[in-house]
């Protein structure tokens, strides 16, 4: 029976010393999944500069995105035009995600904001890959 207490206490010890160990774990990967986040959007916030025709916001919100589902498994920053939540989640576009989603049911300005995203996107994955214009 001695041997039994003693193995029982022996075995609650080693769960709070690995509780304890996975604790502190958790708070460290969160504090560098932080620190990825920030300076992921810092680095991006250089991208706004080329949003010249629709204002860009960079920032660790993703509001009306398909990305949502993944930003808890991935470092995840937002860099889009400021049209996405204040008019596409507002229900701006009566074919979003709808059957007459179609190529025709969009004008010159809607592929210009998609060519604006796109040059915001692309100059902060430049930005974060470190990448240089040679002259």
């Known amino acids: ?16 010393w690995t509780l304890v ?20 959007q810092r680095r991006a916030g250089l991208a706004q500069e080329l949003a010249r025709d629709y204002p860009a916001a960079v920032g660790s919100y993703m509001t009306n995105t398909d990305s949502t589902p993944f930003m808890e498994h991935v470092a995840a ?8 939540g204040t008019q596409i989640g507002a229900g701006w576009n009566p074919h979003w995600h709808q059957p007459t989603d179609l190529y025709s049911s969009y004008s010159d300005k809607d592929f210009l904001l998609g060519l604006n995203a796109a040059q915001t ?3 902060a994955m430049a930005q974060l890959a470190g990448a240089k214009v040679r002259n």
Not at 1 to 16: D, F, S
Not at 77 to 84: C, F, P
């Open 1 to 16: 029976m001695l041997l039994v207490g003693g193995l029982v206490l022996l075995l609650l010890a080693w769960t709070v």
């Open 121 to 123: 996107t692309l100059a």
């Open 77 to 84: 920053i937002s860099v889009r035009e400021n049209e996405r």
């Open 21 to 40: 160990r996975l604790s502190r774990l958790e708070a460290r990967v969160a504090r560098a999944w932080t620190a990825l986040d920030t300076q992921l």
